[in-house]
């Protein structure tokens, strides 16, 4: 293959889930910041660990018979790595185990049911026919568990434990955060329900795109980010620098999503549309910083 030099690097950023990790932590840091309150680096590096976590073991339960005859490079690679992702998932989960116990005892308690929430979404927890299925076979529900388990985490999970070292945050600017991240990610989570609309079709999964079709699907995704942009722009006093820069973000994700639609490579998903999550922190780091600065 060409440029192996820098697709072997880049294979295994993003799918040994190293990648997706470094999103979860750069929104609990854009939760600080938008905030205004310090940084709790206990709290982002447990949102990296857990979701590293998550995701590899996810993995693992949902491993094919045959992973050689996936279609996605993706699998490829996870399976043909499996030491490696054993041993990054095992070492995810030990590295929780200090990280939690510096936390309050509210913040264990969130953390604790968001763990449920998301290892429901793979865990055979029902039986359905003759083999038992997880919550992400329901109709609907793995894209409302994936956001909702994002939403929770990268929000709540921060200002909880804001509360608990005496900073209070009211309980309308946490609904309307939470409202704000779980748009934003049900946006981007959508594309990859799209991608895999025919494979979902053969699995029997009611995803959003399979009950809607491809076009209304992308079309709601569309809805959902000028829904955020709403949100962002009614609730606060003045257009900042930081809003201006997650606004500008949101425009291009709507254009990423747009382009998605002929985009099937998996590095478009991975990279350019989960990237989005890194690049809302960094708009918001960059233009506050220039704001304090001049």
Not at 23 to 30: I, T, W
Not at 69 to 92: F, G
Not at 122 to 149: E, Q, W
Not at 239 to 267: M, N, P
Request: hydrophobic share 55%; glycine share 4%; proline share 4%.
């Amino acid at each position: 293959m060409r440029y192996t030099w820098l697709t072997r690097p880049l294979d295994f950023i993003l799918f040994s889930n190293l990648f997706i990790a470094c999103c979860a932590m750069a929104q609990g840091a854009l939760t600080y910041m938008l905030l205004k309150t310090p940084l709790n680096f206990v709290v982002i590096a447990i949102l990296g660990c857990a979701t590293m976590f998550l995701y590899n073991f996810s993995m693992i339960l949902a491993r094919p018979k045959d992973p050689s005859n996936s279609p996605h490079r993706r699998v490829h690679w996870i399976y043909s790595h499996y030491n490696l992702v054993v041993s990054l998932t095992v070492l995810s989960a030990i590295a929780l185990i200090p990280l939690t116990l510096q936390l309050s005892i509210g913040t264990i308690t969130l953390l604790f049911f968001i763990g449920l929430l998301a290892l429901s979404y793979s865990f055979p927890l029902f039986k359905d026919k003759s083999k038992r299925v997880g919550l992400r076979n329901l109709p609907g529900a793995k894209l409302f568990i994936i956001s909702m388990v994002w939403a929770l985490s990268c929000v709540c999970v921060p200002i909880i434990e804001l509360k608990s070292s005496g900073i209070s945050v009211s309980l309308i600017a946490l609904l309307l955060l939470t409202a704000k991240r779980f748009l934003f990610i049900t946006a981007i989570t959508i594309p990859f329900d799209i991608r895999d609309l025919f494979q979902d079709k053969q699995y029997n999964l009611k995803t959003l795109p399979v009950i809607l079709g491809e076009r209304k699907s992308t079309l709601f995704c569309q809805a959902l980010l000028i829904l955020y942009i709403i949100l962002l722009l009614i609730f606060v006093p003045k257009l900042t620098l930081a809003i201006a820069g997650l606004i500008a973000v949101t425009l291009l994700t709507g254009w990423l999503i747009f382009k998605s639609r002929w985009k099937k490579d998996e590095y478009y998903y991975f990279f350019y549309l989960d990237g989005t999550l890194i690049l809302q922190f960094l708009s918001v780091f960059i233009l506050q910083y220039f704001s304090v600065s001049f």
